[in-house]
Antibody, heavy 127, light 107 residues
Framework: EVQLVQSGAEMKKPGESLKISCKGSGYSFSSYWIGWVRQMPGKGLEWMGIIYPSDSDTRYSPSFQGQVTISADKSITTAYLQWSSLKASDTAMYYC????????????????????WGQGTTVTVSS | DIQMTQSPFSLSASVGDRVTITCRASQSVSSYLNWYQQKPGKAPELLIYAASSLQSGVPSRFSGSGSGTDFTLTISSLQPEDFATYYCQQSYSTPLTFGGGTKVEIK
């Protein structure tokens, strides 16, 4: 079975660091882009960034560039999302998801839908 | 960044109704447009990719159309399990962006 399993809920204080994980199984982990999506309480979906585990090529949304770090360890089929200094405004549900396919045209990458999702990791930041 | 605008923000419909949700991109995204369904407390699920391709396992009452900047998700006969929030997403260029969502409620 193809699946992504995320790490458990986290409760942190402002200023603390955090790294959450997303472990893939049942498919060739290195060959599919993995994206991260934020959903703040009662709000919509926000795309944070994407990584290609094979070579760790990473793209960020400008809204999240410099605020988080996306990484992956293909040897253990796991992607990560980390913060160096959390803020209360980072309180949200975070999802990882796999893109079902992608296409490269020159320097441009186009992606197809996110077909496999993790169960989500709730991050709560409060003093 | 490409902005995605969905309409309506919410709608009320009855079981058996035909429902249409629209999504407009601020610039052409070709056919790199996806639709997701999200139920409360659950992760989103992919319904449609590449504007009109039905994801495996998704009921055929869901369909997508459009290209360029204007897209439509249609549910031909609304079922009780379809009451949820629907999101469009362009995957033509990074940053990939989602629409604001359309909540489909029971009338």
């Amino acid at each position: 079975e193809v699946q992504l399993v995320q790490s458990g809920a986290e409760m942190k204080k402002p200023g603390e660091s955090l790294k959450i994980s997303c472990k893939g199984s049942g498919y060739s982990f290195s060959s599919y882009w993995i994206g991260w999506v934020r959903q703040m309480p009662g709000k919509g979906l926000e795309w944070m960034g994407i990584i290609y585990p094979s070579d760790s090529d990473t793209r960020y949304s400008p809204s999240f560039q410099g605020q988080v770090t996306i990484s992956a360890d293909k040897s253990i089929t796991t992607a990560y999302l980390q913060w160096s200094s959390l803020k209360a405004s980072d309180t949200a549900m975070y999802y990882c998801a796999r893109h079902r396919d992608w296409l490269r045209r020159g320097t441009y990458f186009h992606f197809y839908g996110m077909d496999v999702w993790g169960q989500g990791t709730t991050v709560t930041v409060s003093s | 960044d490409i902005q995605m605008t969905q309409s309506p923000f919410s709608l009320s419909a009855s079981v058996g109704d035909r429902v249409t949700i629209t999504c407009r991109a601020s610039q052409s995204v070709s056919s790199y447009l996806n639709w997701y369904q999200q139920k409360p407390g659950k992760a989103p699920e992919l319904l449609i990719y590449a504007a009109s391709s039905l994801q495996s396992g998704v009921p055929s009452r869901f369909s997508g159309s459009g290209s360029g900047t204007d897209f439509t998700l249609t549910i031909s006969s609304l079922q009780p399990e379809d009451f949820a929030t629907y999101y469009c997403q362009q995957s033509y260029s990074t940053p990939l962006t989602f629409g604001g969502g359309t909540k489909v409620e029971i009338k």
